[in-house]
Each structure stands twice: as structure tokens, then as C-alpha cells.
């Protein structure tokens, strides 16, 4: 992962081109285990854009914020029966409100799966996470809530 380093992808189709501040390493996962390479280029962090290339394709993603993009990414390669291999893939990873607006959705709590802890750490949503940690956008959906009616049992989603 490089920080701080501004990155261009050539421009088609007479597209203008796109600064990049970082650059993300990351794999895709199928079910059978097969793994591949992609990289996710981040945006300034006062925008929410990234670009996903992979092997010879490029996809440029624009949401409200970079959860929001991740989303999309995720979306677009689950089509293609892949897991995004990042930490805003695992099933108890999910943003406050506040912490997704402060941090742009760059961030977001690891969410205990013990209803009684109440300690959270946060992470990068596109750090790199292992291939048995991470879901579909289905099953993290399920998940987050499991877990939310689990803790708040009067007040059930």
C-alpha cells in the first residue's frame, strides 16, 4: 500500500484523467479458492472515488463516500461470484453514522461478536483482511443484523 503518492491512470476514450492519492493491493476470492490480484485506487480524501483495476479492466466508482464505493466495488465483483479480500468485507465490520462522516467511510468499528462487550476498534475499510474472513454484502447485511438485534433484543430490525 503506498501512502501519500498521487497516481494517474491513462485516460480513454478521451476521459480526462483522474489523480489518485493511494494505492491498494488487494485479492479477490472464489468460492472454489481461486485467488486474484486487484488494485483500488483511492480518490482525494475530500472526494469518494475509486478506481478498481483488474487484469485488463478498469472501473471508476463515485458514491457519497468511500463506503459507499466499496459497496459498489463489492457488488460489481460479487457478479462475478468474487469477494473483495478488505476489512469492509468482514461480517462485523460496519461504521457509526458519526465515525462514517467524520472519516469519510474510510473507517469503521470492528463490532465484538459478544453482545456484552461494548469495546470496538476500528479499521480501514480497505485494509486487507484473509480470504475466510470476508463476505457478500448479503451476509454482512445478515450479520450486522444478528448482531444488532442480539444486543438491543426490545428493539428488534
Known sequence: MTHGQEHEIAAQDGEPQTRWSE???LQTVEPNGVARQVTVYLGQPSKAVIALLDSDSRTEISGSDYLDCLMQARML???QDRRLC???ARPNVHPSGQLRQFTNGRMAYIRPLDPGSATSQTVDIF????PNEVVTLSN???ALMAAWNARHPNNQI
Open 86 to 88: 478488505c476489512q469492509g
Open 77 to 79: 465483483l460479487e457478479r
Open 23 to 25: 494505492e491498494i493491493t
Open 127 to 130: 485494509a486487507p483482511a484473509l
Open 140 to 142: 454482512q447485511r445478515e
